[in-house]
């Protein structure tokens, strides 16, 4: 059987987590800050975790992570 291979696009936005999930980076936060309040871009800085229902389909892109 061949090995499979890892969706590059999605290593690239993915990290696994310790519980088997999967963390991110958020959008909205690369140009046009100047109207965007403060609080928004902080809150925008951390990282966020995909939704319980997206897992099953991250850990096919991301098979061996």
Known sequence: MPKIKT?????????????????????????ILTKKTTKRKRQLRNTGAIHASDVKSATRLLPYV
Not at 17 to 22: D, E, M, R, V
Request: some cysteine; glycine content about 12%; hydrophobic content about 20%.
């Open 7 to 31: 969706n590059r696009g999605a290593a690239k936005r993915f990290r696994k987590t310790a519980s088997g999930g999967f963390k991110c980076s958020h959008s909205h936060r690369r140009h």
